[in-house]
């Protein structure tokens, strides 16, 4: 399976923007990056996602490397309800389940 | 849209005991989607429903059954519940099974087994 790595926890700053990371360095051709966040237990929210190109939309952007090993989540204006933890997943070629790791859980700062 | 909805919202049942949990969307997906989800972890496949009228097992399909009622319908039955059942329950569904297809998630059942 894709494996990714994200960093545990990470802070921002209410209004800035925030940038979270992901790894995902053994991704096959195929094989789409998705970003899910989770807020306080509440079912998964899905943000965005993606297969080579950068996306967009109205809750983030999605940044992905050429060698499409890593990529980063970035939120542009960060509020106090977006902290949550966020995940990135990447969906292997014939899965059926989204596999959540731990996540990078995101404390927006007033 | 309700998007995705469940219930009960909170449960506690006794060792042994049955209950189904029901789960509906209006977004006219074909695919549904069962995870549980236990403290400070990750969300796991129990079942999946590619289409109406199809039924497959996920990571940890053991001590559940389910059924696909309809296109909108997906509900989760623990025929004689265990400790170990303990745990939020998320529904899920997608437009199709597959990659490219992203799966939105209802508010989930909070099931206590004691």
């Known amino acids: 399976d894709a494996k990714t790595t994200q960093p545990p926890s990470m802070d921002c700053a209410e209004g800035r923007a925030a940038n979270l990371p992901c790894n995902h360095s053994?991704?096959?051709?195929?094989?789409?990056v998705y970003w899910y966040r989770q807020i306080h237990s509440q079912g998964p929210q899905y943000i965005i996602h993606?297969?080579?190109n950068n996306e967009t939309n109205e809750m983030a952007s999605l940044i992905i490397t050429e060698d499409r090993k890593s990529s980063t989540l970035i939120l542009p204006h960060a509020t106090l309800r977006d902290t949550a933890v966020y995940y990135c997943?990447?969906?292997?070629?014939?899965?059926?389940?989204?596999?959540f790791g731990s996540g990078t859980r995101l404390q927006v700062q007033p | 849209n309700a998007g995705v909805t469940q219930t009960p919202k909170f449960q506690v049942l006794k060792t042994g005991q049955s209950m189904t949990l029901q789960c509906a969307q209006d977004?006219?997906?074909?695919?549904m989607y069962w995870y549980r989800q236990d403290p400070g972890m990750g969300l796991r496949l129990i079942y999946y429903?590619?289409?109406?009228?199809?039924?497959d097992k996920g990571e940890v399909p053991n001590g559940y059954n389910v059924s696909r009622l309809n296109k909108r319908e997906f509900s989760l039955r623990l025929e004689s519940a265990a400790p170990s059942q303990t745990s939020v329950y998320f529904c899920?569904?997608?437009?199709?099974?597959?990659?490219?297809?992203?799966?939105?998630f209802g508010p989930g059942t909070r099931l206590t087994v004691t």
């Open positions: 899920a569904s997608s437009l199709l099974v597959g990659e490219g297809h992203e799966q939105y």
């Open positions: 053994t991704i096959s051709g195929n094989e789409y």
């Open positions: 993606g297969l080579k």
């Open positions: 997943i990447v969906r292997v070629a014939g899965r059926r389940a989204l596999t």
């Open positions: 977004m006219n997906h074909n695919s």
């Open positions: 429903s590619a289409s109406e009228g199809t039924t």
